[in-house]
């Protein structure tokens, strides 16, 4: 049996009673959380769903999302998650796109999800108090639906710089040998009680810490919304042994204040992930901590895992580390030619980790798989060990706290806004947020002379229109943008 919900259903048969999922005072027990699992599968089936629909989740890290996400995978459905952050018209992109014939939204994002979802055609089922009561009288769906590996599982929106979201088909096969992968890296264990705060609808954070701790048996303790001090007690409270996250929050935990009255001295390892991690966080870190910090890299479109620094390896702090087993990787010139070691060029990967395309996107799949390796779009080099370091990112791309944010999608937004003239959205070097987004715009004629009144409210606009994480939080009016002769705008050469 292929399906990845298979993975709950083994260690349920096996370990029924160790806690799965943990949040503050609510634990649930493997056995529990399958026949949970089950109960959303009956849901599914008397809600008329049919196996290969797909079947949207947009909420953040609380104890039903998991149970969800494995009903939908045991009943033969794909699971499309969503950014609770997305606002209506961006919830209506996506679930149309999936061709999405359900949602299950929580409650604290009821409004747009519903607002998108009319739009798209889909229904909303919400994650709230009386979804409990519903799950407990419906039938369950105890069989889990046969799959092949190849069928897709879950599909994952990402952007490149040319269009709007891409969906990143990511088979059974894909995310089961991942998180296999995962587990073994991190030598994740049944004791092991994993840091819950990354994202489940983010691809790190569902292979690397949630199907990886069910595979073999880990408690996952939940946070819903990042917060160095909460994160703090919970690491004291539940003695988290792994702790998986993006490197502003090992900013945000070593500039906690009080951190000393917490004790942590339960973690063993850290995995980074998402952005570069400068190299006085990684020292300081592992100093004040007293716990080994992995990074690697990965990508939405491999599942993600491609590159680690391993236990049992080569370890250069600073780099991306070594070719994880499995995967295929090279690094490729502008005409698709290998480089020698040190010198720059694009990753290209392949191998059981690499998606089986976008979501009903054949050019776009055959632009970023054109000979069988997927073209990552970063640059990087490899040393004489087999160490490979990040060295820029060939998109236009902006990392922001970890979440990838794409300037053509928001420079559309600037464009609505009917002060704006023209528009380039750049990302910046930020201490906090690794980068900070930053319109530059001109103003047509009619715009105001108050240009700090005219800035702020073009932010307030985009704001209200993008998800939090996305919106400028500088707005920068200019005479003109510096273009080339055939008047496309110069990115490279905005200086802000």
Not at 241 to 250: E, I, N, R, S
Request: with cysteine.
């Amino acid at each position: 049996m292929t399906n990845l919900a298979t993975i709950l259903s083994n260690t349920a048969a096996t370990h029924p009673d160790a806690v799965a999922i943990k949040f503050d005072d609510v634990e649930i027990a493997y056995g529990a959380l399958d026949s949970l699992s089950a109960q959303v599968a009956g849901l599914l089936a008397v809600r008329g769903i049919k196996p290969g629909d797909r079947v949207a989740i947009m909420s953040p890290n609380l104890p039903h999302m998991p149970a969800i996400y494995y009903g939908i995978l045991r009943y033969g459905a794909i699971v499309v998650p969503l950014n609770p952050l997305l606002k209506a018209r961006e919830v209506a992109y996506h679930l149309h796109d999936a061709g999405a014939v359900l949602v299950f939204a929580w409650e604290g994002v009821a409004g747009e999800a519903a607002t998108g979802a009319q739009e798209a055609g889909a229904a909303v089922v919400l994650i709230d108090r009386e979804l409990a009561g519903t799950l407990a009288q419906t039938e369950p769906v105890r069989e889990i639906a046969a799959c092949h590996g190849n069928d897709t599982a879950v599909i994952l929106y990402t952007s490149g710089t040319t269009g709007r979201p891409k969906g990143a088909e990511l088979t059974h096969d894909n995310l089961r040998s991942n998180a296999r992968l995962s587990a073994g890296l991190f030598g994740i264990e049944p004791g092991d009680v994993l840091f819950g705060g990354l994202p489940f609808f983010h691809v790190f954070g569902q292979t690397c810490a949630l199907n990886a701790a069910v595979m073999i048996g880990a408690t996952v303790t939940l946070l819903p919304r990042f917060d160095p001090v909460r994160a703090l007690e919970i690491m004291a409270r539940d003695k988290v042994t792994l702790f998986a996250g993006v490197p502003t929050m090992y900013i945000a935990l070593l500039r906690a204040p009080g951190r000393d009255a917490y004790d942590t001295s339960s973690l063993r390892l850290a995995a980074s992930g998402g952005s570069a991690l400068p190299l006085e966080i990684l020292h300081e870190f592992e100093r004040e901590f007293d716990a080994t910090m992995l990074e690697g890299y990965g990508l939405s479109e491999t599942s993600p895992v491609l590159t680690f620094n391993q236990l049992d390896g080569i370890r250069k702090p600073g780099s991306i580390g070594t070719v994880v087993k499995g995967a295929q990787l090279r690094i490729l010139d502008e005409d698709g030619n290998d480089v020698p070691d040190g010198e720059i060029g694009e990753i290209a990967a392949a191998g059981p980790y690499v998606m089986k395309g976008y979501w009903h996107n054949p050019e776009a799949t055959a632009a970023a798989i054109p000979d069988g390796w997927f073209r990552t779009g970063d640059l990087a080099r490899r040393d004489a060990d087999g160490v490979y370091f990040i060295v820029d990112r060939k998109k236009d791309m902006i990392l922001r706290s970890g979440y990838n944010v794409y300037p053509r999608e928001i420079e559309e937004v600037l464009y609505e806004h009917p002060a704006v003239a023209e528009a380039a959205v750049v990302g910046r070097v930020d201490e906090l947020h690794g980068e900070e987004i930053v319109a530059v715009v001109t103003l047509k004629a009619d715009a105001g002379a108050d240009h700090d009144a005219v800035s702020a409210a073009i932010r307030e606009f985009v704001k209200e229109r993008v998800a939090a994480y996305k919106f400028p939080r500088r707005v920068v009016i200019v005479d003109a943008l510096p273009k080339g002769p055939t008047g496309k705008i110069l990115k490279r050469e905005i200086n802000v």
